[in-house]
């Protein structure tokens, strides 16, 4: 199955600064996501990274805020803008793979932990 | 709007036993559900997926079912060991135009203990 690696697996932050996460996998994949898990919650989907347009994303993430980028079929960027405490969360870059049953799985990253003070 | 839910929170148990995990969906139409593990600190690993015309999936000490028509899914453990210590997290998958789209529960953290 495809792997998946995050750059970089953590960072601590100033407030009003940005931070770009890249996602690099091994293999060509169709889809990539970008999730957010802020401290005992659950995962949200931030946006779909459309390699050669731009990012669809979900009701609540603006571009302003989570631009995103990708360029090709295996490598994307998240970057979170003007941070705040708020957004101190593990950031899970996914994408679509093919199981042994030859069903189409989602693959994770280890995730991205961001601390802002 | 689908939403997930997990059941028990958290579940503590003696190694050894049998123990089932229970996750509920409000909108049966869905593409697949997947099970995946998160270790403290770590990414996703996925354990099983099941399709949306499929009953259960199996792989090794694990079991999956999914009863779509009554938005319920469980993930059963058997012989639970202190290594099967995480949280386990429920995610349903979209189709047509939101394929690859989860929507995740809030999980069930687990601990089994020696």
């Known amino acids: 199955s495809a792997v998946i690696s995050q750059k970089p697996s953590r960072d601590i932050c100033q407030r009003g600064t940005s931070l770009t996460i890249q996602c690099q996998v091994d293999?060509?994949?169709?889809?990539m996501f970008w999730y957010r898990q802020q401290p005992g919650q659950s995962l949200t989907l931030i946006a779909t990274?459309?390699?050669?347009?731009?990012?669809?994303?979900e009701s609540g993430f603006v571009i302003d805020k989570f631009p995103i980028s990708r360029p090709n079929l295996t490598f994307s960027t998240l970057t979170v803008s003007n941070m705040s405490p708020e957004d101190s969360s593990i950031y899970l870059c996914?994408?679509?793979?093919?199981?042994?049953?030859?069903?189409?799985?989602?693959?994770f990253g280890a995730g991205s932990r961001l601390t802002v003070l | 709007k689908q939403e997930v839910t997990q059941i028990p929170a958290a579940l503590s148990v003696p190694e050894g036993e049998n123990l089932v995990l229970n996750c509920s969906f409000t909108?049966?139409?869905?593409?697949?559900l997947q099970w995946f593990r998160q270790d403290p600190g770590k990414g996703l690993t996925s354990l099983l997926l099941?399709?949306?015309?499929?009953r259960e999936q199996t792989s090794g000490r694990l079991n999956a079912s999914l009863d779509k028509s009554s938005g319920r899914s469980t993930l059963y453990i058997a012989a639970s060991q202190p290594g099967d210590s995480a949280t386990y997290l429920c995610?349903?998958?979209?189709?047509?135009?939101?394929?690859?789209?989860?929507?995740f529960g809030q999980g069930t953290i687990l601990t089994v203990h020696p």
């Open positions: 996914s994408a679509t793979d093919r199981a042994p049953s030859g069903a189409n799985v989602l693959t």
């Open positions: 293999s060509q994949v169709t889809m």
């Open positions: 990274a459309n390699q050669g347009s731009e990012a669809t994303y």
């Open positions: 909108d049966s139409a869905i593409y697949n």
């Open positions: 099941i399709q949306s015309s499929q």
């Open positions: 995610a349903v998958g979209a189709g047509g135009t939101s394929y690859g789209k989860l929507t």
